[in-house]
């Protein structure tokens, strides 16, 4: 045999794994009996939350947040649109953010079910606030809106691309165009195996655009599920920005950050 055909057979198995593994997730959706998909328990309310969680969550998307990089704001503290004192010293190239809460309690949940299970309905009701909160916000009107793309290897092993069907909804709810102009060219480690140190390094150089007259001049608005210290996004807006875009804002379900950053709201 040769030896291409060696070298790509543990990628076509993990690649079949992440499509079985998919199916089997849907199969028990539709044979187990609903839980809430934050705490497990047997009395889903209202769009697969219990009323405990539901109250969690929508206390997790009232917690005020700075603009410029996401992160949660103390009692009293303005946010700012020249950001924050937990800023980092050097901005970001996005220059607005907009979240729906902290990666943590039931948003975390939610987050994972949707990452690892597809879980639909979460990803309709996350999409569908995170619309709400991008169109009550400042700044220009978007002409695009682009996923943080997966490398192809990785969505073979996922058997999907979550950025892209979050990015797909919010497109449908602010009825702006889905562009898919950024590419991932490098297939990179996960961030979240790596210190804070390492990130930016990890993705430096991992995108690309092409067909770039359809963001020369445009206002793009990226999305991700998470950001933590923003490195891959950071990296995603240089490399629309460098492609001649005009203004790169980016819209996350989370951002993760240590607890002590919103514990007083959450007493």
């Known amino acids: 045999m040769p030896i291409g055909e060696v070298a790509g057979v543990p990628r076509i198995a993990t690649a079949l794994g992440g499509v079985l593994r998919t199916c089997l997730h849907g199969m028990s959706d539709l044979l187990l009996p609903e839980l809430c998909v934050a705490c497990g328990s047997a009395d889903v309310a209202a769009e697969g939350l219990c009323a405990e969680c539901n109250v969690n969550l929508l206390s997790l998307v009232a917690l005020p947040f700075c603009p410029r990089c ?31 809460g902290p990666y943590t309690g039931c948003l975390r949940e939610m987050v994972r079910e949707l990452k690892y299970r597809r ?3 979460v990803r309709r009701r996350l999409s569908r606030l995170l619309a ?18 997966m490398h192809w290897r990785r969505r073979l092993e996922r058997g999907f691309d979550h950025a892209h069907a979050i990015a797909s909804h919010l497109a449908a709810e602010l009825n702006v165009p889905l562009g898919r ?29 092409r067909g770039a007259a359809t963001v020369l001049g445009a206002n793009v608005l990226l999305v991700d ?14 490399t629309v920005l460098a492609a001649g875009a005009h203004h790169v804002a980016l819209a996350v ?5 240590p607890p002590t950053a919103y514990a007083h709201a959450m007493d």
């Open 70 to 100: 996401g992160c949660s704001l103390g009692p009293d503290v303005p946010a700012r649109d020249d950001g924050c004192a937990g800023c980092p010293p050097t901005l970001p190239r996005f220059e607005r953010v907009s979240r729906l």
């Open 119 to 121: 879980r639909l309905g």
């Open 132 to 149: 709400g909160r991008i169109a009550a916000g400042q700044g220009p009107a978007f002409e695009t809106i682009v996923p943080v793309p």
């Open 181 to 209: 102009e950024l590419v991932r060219t490098r297939h990179t480690p996960p961030q979240a195996q790596l210190p804070r140190t390492r990130r930016v390094e990890n993705v430096r150089g991992a995108f690309a655009v």
């Open 225 to 238: 599920d998470v950001t933590t210290t923003g490195a891959t996004a950071c990296e995603a807006a240089r």
């Open 253 to 257: 379900f989370a951002k993760a950050e």
